[in-house]
């Protein structure tokens, strides 16, 4: 069964920078499209980026974070990762790594939270 592991949240100052990863099983991660989505508190999933499955054409940001976040993996270590720099406290949120782009199927999310 699939099974999405995330890690890397914290408490970071604004400005400040994360990086979060999650560790992929029980799929055929090599030829999977993989996303990150959050949940702050009361609010609904929040789409942040999708890479392909060869990290090339195809990878994208939502507007909120692009040029802040970046989305990298390795496919050989089933890992997808999520590097965030320049926080704002509007990023506080549950981050969760997905197999799509609605945050269905998901891990039990890593909590980050900027103050």
């Known amino acids: 069964h699939v099974q999405l592991v995330e890690s890397g949240g914290g408490l970071v100052q604004p400005g400040g920078s994360l990086r979060l990863s999650c560790a992929a099983s029980?799929?055929?991660?090599?030829?999977?499209?993989m996303s990150w989505v959050r949940q702050a508190p009361g609010k609904d999933f929040e789409w942040i980026s999708t890479i392909s499955p060869t990290s090339g054409p195809g990878t994208r940001y939502a507007d909120s974070v692009k040029g802040r976040f970046t989305i990298s993996r390795d496919n050989a270590k089933h890992t997808v990762d999520l590097h965030l720099s320049s926080l704002k406290t509007e990023d506080t949120a549950m981050y969760y790594c997905?197999?799509?782009?609605?945050?269905?199927?998901r891990g039990q999310g890593t909590q980050v939270t900027v103050s």
């Open positions: 997905s197999t799509d782009r609605s945050g269905n199927v």
């Open positions: 029980g799929f055929t991660f090599g030829i999977s499209w």
